[in-house]
Each structure stands twice: as structure tokens, then as C-alpha cells.
């Protein structure tokens, strides 16, 4: 499975995932840009690892919102 991550560009996020700014924290536009292209990777990596896994595992790890949280239930 670990190919198919890497595969679709995914794996990097899934492996090491992202930290969300403080809230009040002014980013600057190349970080703005990085936490987007993040964010989107990510909400790509929970599909494809909803969608690969039978029902009964997805339900395991339905309600976390980083992949790298997801990961961890395999």
C-alpha cells in the first residue's frame, strides 16, 4: 500500500503529516501556499485510505482529520 502513497504523491503527508498554525498567527504567502497544498493533500490521503480499506477498519479512523492519525490504525 505504501507504493500506491507514494504513487499518487501522498506518502509524505501520511508518513510525516502537518501541523496546523495557531490560530492569531499572521503565515506568509509561500507558508499560506504550503498549508493549502498540505491541507489538500491530506483530504486526499484520508479518501484514498477510506476508500481502500474494508468498511469495518474505516470505521476505526472515520472521525480523525490527519492522515498520519489514519495511518496508524494499519
Known amino acids: 500500500m ?4 507514494k504513487d499518487i504523491g501522498v506518502w509524505n503527508i501520511i508518513q510525516k503529516g ?4 495557531i490560530a492569531g498567527i499572521e503565515l506568509s504567502n509561500d507558508a499560506v501556499q504550503q ?5 489538500q493533500l491530506n483530504y ?4 484514498y485510505l477510506s ?3 474494508q468498511l469495518h477498519v474505516v470505521k ?3 472521525h480523525v482529520k490527519i492522515a ?3 495511518w496508524k490504525f494499519f
Request: no cysteine; hydrophobic share 40%.
Open 60 to 62: 476505526k479512523f472515520i
Open 18 to 21: 502537518f501541523t496546523k498554525p
Open 2 to 5: 505504501n507504493d500506491f502513497f
Open 44 to 47: 486526499k490521503a484520508l479518501y
Open 51 to 53: 476508500i481502500q480499506v
Open 68 to 70: 498520519k492519525e489514519a
Open 35 to 39: 498549508l493549502k497544498r498540505n491541507r
